[in-house]
């Protein structure tokens, strides 16, 4: 097998932005609520059109198809055994040209037990561009809430208030920011960045006034209070949050030219390394993953292929394609399923829970 390159896959959204993103992977879309790409998917948009969300391959299959027919191929036989036939995966390109609502989502323990699906939703930001000294990340209170106090805001939807008691954080091109699951979160505008998450479209919305969104399909068709279970009211703590940001520190054991991104807890969600060649191609171990060039271009090749790369070229690597060399004045993204020791110590495996269909609700 060898490296894919990929087309645009943008399913529309309920916030506007994309004009950045047109520019990043050289096309257009006339319709500003197409400000994501799901890269290399095999999840289905929530609520949209069936299939809407799911990654079309060059020769007309759809990804998820394509694994699910030949696992060990994609993903390795160590990943499809212990996980299954499934990438365990979501990458997005974010383009917020206006701040996305207050949100959050659900762990794998509240997935599990109330949405019948193995997959939560923590997720992780790579900033690609900070959009200014305006620009916002608002993350976790800052001061532990009550349940009356959120049913209030909510109620009343006074984003004024819910804002007001976030962390804001301005963040800056390179930047990582882990977020697990259940902490309250919303983008800025302006804010562009690489999107890794568990591969579902959950999420509890605390904010939708002025959004195209429905209050009621705000909360995954859960009553109120069950919903309000999903999220985090306890203070994020100052080192906490400067835990969780990040400019990628995790090096001492990697390859000449590879950057871990995240901090190590995040390993048993996704993995991401900033890979910046200077003078010799690095060498990739073999394995699933979607490749992002930042800037630059250069040549990604394995025993089969050379594949040229540009700035905001996207690629998906599937585990058969061995191991690639990527070469070139560039920086680029590699985006990884989780560890599947790490996976599997927290919980995920095909022992502990059925494959589910994206189609069905993730």
């Known amino acids: 097998m060898e490296p894919i390159a990929l087309t645009p896959n943008?399913?529309?959204?309920?916030?506007?932005?994309?004009?950045?993103?047109?520019?990043?992977?050289?096309?257009?879309?006339?319709?500003d609520r197409r400000p994501e790409d799901w890269v290399g998917s095999v999840t289905s948009r929530s609520g949209a059109t069936a299939g809407e969300g799911l990654t079309t391959l060059p020769d007309g299959r759809l990804l998820r198809d394509a694994v699910r027919a030949d696992p060990e191929a994609w993903l390795g036989a160590e990943h499809a055994a212990a996980i299954g036939a499934d990438p365990a995966l979501l990458v997005k390109l974010l383009d917020a040209g206006e701040r996305l609502p207050v949100h959050v989502h659900p762990p794998r323990s509240f997935a599990r037990r109330h949405l019948g699906c193995p997959y939560g939703k923590t997720e992780a930001w790579v900033v690609l561009d900070g959009g200014g000294d305006d620009a916002r990340l608002y993350l976790g209170f800052d001061r532990d809430i009550e349940i009356a106090e959120l049913e209030r805001w909510t109620a009343a939807q006074d984003t004024h208030a819910m804002l007001a008691v976030m962390h804001a954080v301005t963040v800056r091109g390179g930047d990582t920011v882990f977020v697990p699951a259940g902490l309250p979160h919303a983008i800025g505008a302006g804010i562009f960045c690489i999107e890794l998450q568990e591969p579902t479209d959950f999420s509890v919305m605390l904010e939708w006034q002025?959004?195209?969104?429905?209050?009621?399909?705000?909360?995954?068709?859960?009553?109120?209070?069950?919903?309000?279970?999903?999220?985090?009211?306890?203070?994020?703590?100052?080192?906490?949050?400067?835990?969780?940001?990040?400019?990628?520190?995790?090096?001492?054991?990697?390859?000449?030219?590879?950057?871990?991104?995240?901090?190590?807890?995040?390993?048993?969600?996704f993995r991401a390394e900033r890979i910046r060649p200077r003078g010799a191609?690095?060498?990739?171990?073999?394995?699933?993953?979607?490749?992002?060039?930042?800037?630059?271009?250069?040549?990604?090749?394995?025993?089969?292929?050379?594949?040229?790369?540009?700035?905001?070229?996207?690629?998906?690597?599937?585990?058969?394609?061995?191991?690639?060399?990527?070469?070139?004045?560039?920086?680029?993204?590699?985006?990884?399923?989780?560890?599947?020791?790490?996976?599997?110590?927290?919980?995920?495996?095909?022992?502990?829970?059925?494959?589910?269909?994206?189609?069905?609700?993730?």
């Open 10 to 31: 943008r399913p529309r959204q309920l916030y506007r932005g994309g004009g950045v993103l047109d520019a990043f992977r050289d096309c257009t879309s006339e319709d």
């Open 210 to 269: 002025g959004f195209e969104l429905d209050p009621a399909d705000a909360r995954l068709g859960l009553d109120a209070e069950l919903a309000r279970e999903c999220v985090q009211r306890a203070a994020l703590t100052s080192e906490r949050l400067a835990w969780l940001r990040s400019r990628g520190t995790r090096a001492p054991s990697s390859p000449h030219g590879i950057e871990q991104l995240f901090p190590q807890d995040a390993d048993a969600f």
């Open 281 to 362: 191609p690095v060498e990739m171990e073999a394995g699933f993953s979607i490749l992002v060039l930042l800037e630059g271009r250069g040549q990604l090749a394995n025993d089969d292929r050379s594949l040229a790369l540009e700035r905001g070229s996207t690629t998906l690597i599937p585990h058969a394609a061995g191991a690639t060399t990527l070469s070139g004045p560039l920086t680029a993204v590699r985006c990884r399923p989780p560890s599947v020791a790490e996976a599997l110590a927290a919980g995920l495996g095909t022992a502990v829970a059925p494959a589910q269909d994206p189609e069905s609700g993730r």
